[in-house]
């Protein structure tokens, strides 16, 4: 299996609303990544997971809230958004440690989310 | 800071000619190098990758990158379009420190006229 996947689909939310992405994959892979990627233009890394912790924040707003219940999944908590935060949210994932350069990343297809 | 830069946001080709799109990359230290593609709504697929055991580098679909350092590039090319490659493509060089950012180009729309 050397799918990630990701859902939903499409999320359209208010801007009080709080919602979340999900994130699963079962490559064995132990690094995992959220970016954010607005149209015609290429993915800005969020965060990144190494070996379940947080090894990464790019300075991304209180607003978004990444989780790593465990080696599979990976959650990204939304709440109180902003409509600038409309964008497609990928999730992707890679062998090893992070630190294997190598080591190229899979990307799950996105979550379209869309803040009224 | 290791970058790279994608000449062209658009490319046009014809059904069967060469597609050629152009990747400079900026780095003091041999870089890690990677071609991504992404179809419309849809994340991001590995073409191909440089891993410094071939200049000359095969990827899926047809697609061929080639390493040269004289030049800082790493170009990709397939000798002959078909309408399922129009996408967007991105390069990439992976950060040399720690490894975990990727840093993309700004991307190169690839468009196959029939």
């Known amino acids: 299996d050397t799918e990630v996947t990701q859902t939903p689909k499409h999320l359209v939310m208010g801007m009080t609303n709080k919602k979340s992405l999900k994130c699963e994959q079962h490559m064995g892979h132990r690094a995992m990544y959220w970016y954010k990627q607005k149209a015609k233009k290429p993915p800005e890394l969020m965060f990144v997971?190494?070996?379940?912790?947080?090894?990464i924040n790019e300075s991304v707003p209180s607003r978004f809230s990444p989780e790593c219940p465990n080696s599979s999944l990976l959650n990204l908590h939304l709440h109180a958004l902003q409509p600038e935060d409309s964008a497609l949210y990928l999730c992707?994932?890679?062998?090893?440690?992070?630190?294997?350069?190598?080591?190229?990343?899979?990307f799950g297809p996105g979550t379209r989310l869309t803040v009224l | 800071a290791q970058s790279v830069t994608q000449l062209g946001s658009h490319v046009s080709v014809s059904e069967g000619a060469l597609v050629l799109l152009r990747c400079n990359y900026s780095?003091?230290?041999?870089?890690?190098l990677f071609w991504y593609v992404q179809y419309p709504n849809q994340g991001l697929q590995l073409l191909l990758k440089?891993?410094?055991?071939?200049?000359l580098v095969k990827g899926i679909n047809g697609f061929e990158a080639e390493f040269k350092k004289s030049e800082t590039s790493f170009h990709l090319t397939k000798p002959s379009a078909h309408m399922s490659d129009a996408a967007e493509y991105f390069c990439?060089?992976?950060?040399?420190?720690?490894?975990?950012?990727?840093?993309f180009g700004a991307g190169t729309r690839l468009f196959v006229k029939a």
């Open positions: 990439a060089v992976r950060e040399d420190t720690g490894g975990f950012k990727t840093i």
């Open positions: 997971y190494s070996y379940e912790k947080l090894s």
């Open positions: 780095s003091s230290v041999p870089p890690y």
């Open positions: 992707a994932s890679s062998q090893g440690r992070g630190g294997s350069s190598y080591n190229e990343q899979f």
């Open positions: 440089y891993t410094s055991a071939a200049t």
